[in-house]
């Protein structure tokens, strides 16, 4: 089954304690996208990557690392997590830049800051 | 700079038609996207319109114009699973990243 899948779904933690949110696409799909969703403000991204080592920042990419060492995996760090990262987390994937390709997204991270 | 907007909320009865509208300011904008999102849920794909008019898709139809820089997602036949979010995206050319706004809540009622 096609599909993303994001570990963990929730998590709840401290301050300043490294974390990361994993994500990974099995339809071989070049361009990978993190997103934020939090209430009044929609959906903003985060990072981006359009290929295997090759990944850009989004609107919102302050306190946050990527990276994209394989096609199928695109990773989210948190360095030194702080609140105002609480937030429901999505990972996107798509087949490549065209935009007519339609975003395929996991089911959320729900990610709590103390 | 990227600016867009769509109503926050809107509310129709089971069985009836509903337009949901778009306007957005995208700097390279190289075509709109329409994502439902239920409570707890993903967004998922609902339709792309990269030229302008109507693309048709089932119950689900979704118009752009360019000189306007206007689209809607329209809905037929309204069923109680279509409460949802539901968002347009515009696309622009260097980054290829959806925008998405705040999106329009939906709620459909007997």
């Known amino acids: 089954e096609a599909q993303v899948t994001q570990n963990p779904r929730y998590l709840i933690t401290v301050t300043g304690k490294k974390l990361t949110v994993t994500c990974s696409q099995n339809?071989?799909?070049?361009?990978m996208s993190w997103y934020r969703q939090d209430p009044g403000l929609g959906l903003r991204q985060i990072y981006y990557?359009?290929?295997?080592?090759?990944?850009d920042k989004g609107d919102v990419p302050e306190g946050y690392k990527v990276s994209r060492k394989e096609k199928r995996n695109f990773p989210l760090i948190l360095e030194s997590p702080s609140p105002n990262q609480t937030s429901l987390y999505f990972c996107a994937s798509s087949r490549d830049r065209a935009s007519n390709q339609p975003q395929h997204f996991g089911d959320g991270t729900r990610l709590s800051i103390l | 700079g990227q600016s867009l907007e769509q109503p926050s909320e809107v509310t129709a009865v089971e069985g009836a038609i509903v337009q949901i509208n778009c306007t957005y300011q995208?700097?390279?904008?190289?075509?709109l996207s329409w994502y439902q999102q239920h409570d707890g849920g993903a967004p998922t794909f609902l339709s792309y319109n990269g030229l302008d008019g109507l693309e048709e898709t089932g119950r689900f139809s979704s118009f752009l114009s360019r000189s306007d820089s206007y689209g809607y997602l329209l809905l037929q036949e309204l069923q109680m699973k279509d409460s949802a979010s539901y968002f347009c995206a515009p696309m622009d050319t260097g980054r290829r990243a959806l925008t998405f706004g705040s999106g329009t809540r939906l709620q459909v009622q007997p």
């Open positions: 990557s359009m290929n295997v080592e090759v990944t």
């Open positions: 339809m071989n799909h070049e361009y």
């Open positions: 995208t700097s390279g904008f190289y075509g």
